[in-house]
């Protein structure tokens, strides 16, 4: 059925790099796209979100990227802190389900100092 | 900042034993949503109310009920427990703006069925 998916399964990088994380999704209808992280024995917690209008949003020192031609978004982490590992999933909300968030596959990240 | 709370963070129980599981949003906060995240999986939506009244339903079982109440707090019913309930079980909440709103989850209770 219809998904929202990663590319990558596992992430490793040194402190300091640029981190990105992929996303696909299948379904066109979808407007809402979120990221959250997921330590471990947590709850998701918000990272940064953008709505189906909007190509690139930026937050502290997190960038999301969405391109709706391909249906791909990803997640850029500036700068990345061993306190950034941890899970990351993207979610879409789908404008037939209100609220309701469909996640994706996760992505660990992994931060060597 | 006041976040989702969940009661109790840890549960144990025998097979065809019942649990209930609770869940107090952010203040103010009229919209609770309930996920279960089984090991090494994302989160699935399990259902969802808006004041009071439930407003999404997603995969849950016939054998879980939820109901939210007049202070907004939601609490999760199972009954006949399964070994494959194990998972961990997130609340979500947010307030409905008439955009697409923010949801906060809440730590999760951790539910084992031996």
């Known amino acids: 059925g219809e998904s929202v998916g990663l590319h990558l399964p596992t992430l490793s990088v040194q402190e300091g790099d640029n981190s990105i994380i992929n996303c696909a999704y299948s379904?066109?209808?979808?407007?809402?796209f979120i990221w959250y992280k997921q330590e471990s024995g947590k709850g998701p917690q918000f990272i940064i979100d953008?709505?189906?209008?909007?190509d690139k949003r930026q937050g502290q020192r997190v960038t999301v990227l969405l391109n709706k031609t391909v249906k791909h978004l990803s997640l850029q982490i500036a700068a990345t802190q061993p306190g950034d590992s941890a899970v990351y999933f993207c979610?879409?909300?789908?404008?037939?389900?209100?609220?309701?968030?469909?996640f994706g596959q996760g992505t660990i990240l992994t931060v060597h100092p | 900042a006041a976040g989702v709370i969940q009661s109790p963070r840890h549960l144990i129980k025998e097979k065809r034993e019942t649990a209930t599981l609770k869940c107090y949003p952010i203040?103010?906060?009229?919209?609770v949503y309930w996920y279960q995240q089984g090991p090494g999986q994302d989160p699935q939506f399990l259902i969802s109310?808006?004041?009071?009244?439930?407003?999404d339903k997603g995969s849950i079982p016939d054998r879980f009920s939820a109901q939210q109440f007049s202070d907004y707090h939601s609490e999760l019913n199972m009954s006949s427990l399964e070994l494959g309930d194990s998972a961990l079980y997130f609340c979500?909440?947010?307030?409905?703006?008439?955009?697409?709103?923010?949801?906060?989850f809440g730590p999760g209770t951790r539910l084992t069925v031996l």
């Open positions: 953008i709505r189906s209008n909007m």
């Open positions: 379904n066109s209808a979808s407007d809402y």
């Open positions: 109310f808006y004041e009071k009244m439930q407003s």
């Open positions: 979500a909440s947010s307030l409905t703006s008439g955009e697409r709103d923010t949801q906060y």
């Open positions: 203040p103010r906060h009229d919209t």
């Open positions: 979610a879409e909300n789908r404008g037939t389900s209100y609220g309701k968030l469909t």
